[in-house]
């Protein structure tokens, strides 16, 4: 079992950034490939940035490629997501996931264990 904590959330203006945080417990973190998902109101989750076990390959949406940067630390149990250049359309509950053996980085179905998410908010 792997607990996940997200934290970092909040209220930005277009144009800002935040700095979310998934801080893992349980078993060996470095095991496992750690993604970011979010889910906007009335939408479905959908895939945001993954990353490998080691760190060594990162993989994003392209709704956030060149803005958002996933790296992840794994002294500390902590996998994060540099948001920068934050859009109105980033408004979403953002949730953290992982899984030991990946197949569909993007796929919601692939990770099996999921954070209760935190809440970003992009005014404009």
């Known amino acids: 079992q792997v607990q996940l904590v997200e934290s970092g959330g909040g209220l930005v203006q277009a144009g800002g950034s935040l700095r979310l945080s998934c801080a893992a417990s349980g078993r060996t973190f470095s095991n496992y490939w750690t993604g970011w998902f979010r889910q906007a109101p009335g939408k479905e989750r959908e895939f945001v940035a993954a990353?490998?076990?080691?760190?060594?390959?990162?993989y994003y949406a392209d709704s956030v490629k060149g803005r958002f940067t996933i790296s992840r630390d794994n002294a500390k149990n902590t996998v994060y997501l540099q948001m920068n250049s934050l859009k109105p359309e980033d408004t979403a509950v953002y949730y953290c996931a992982a899984r030991m053996i990946l197949g569909v980085i993007s796929a919601v179905g692939e990770y099996d264990y999921w954070g209760q998410g935190t809440q970003v908010t992009v005014s404009s």
């Open positions: 990353i490998t076990r080691s760190g060594g390959n990162t």
